[in-house]
């Protein structure tokens, strides 16, 4: 889980794409998503869409 926090940290915006996040941490999808929810269930991070060129990408973006 902290991880995820000081990554997003370091981020402009303290948002960033879910596939960016995922790779960054080099974590696999089932562990990823255990952790994501649980974060969000603790409201320390929001799930958010990043707009991008085409259609907008989901993401994650620190609340507190």
Not at 8 to 23: C, H, N, S, V
């Amino acid at each position: 889980c902290l991880k995820v926090i000081r990554r997003l940290r370091k981020e402009p915006g303290r948002r960033m794409a879910r596939r960016a996040l995922m790779r960054a941490l080099h974590i696999n999808k089932k562990d990823f998503d255990q952790i994501v929810e649980t974060l969000v269930a603790q409201e320390d991070i929001a799930a958010v869409a990043i707009p991008t060129k085409t259609k907008p990408a989901q993401g994650y973006q620190l609340t507190s």
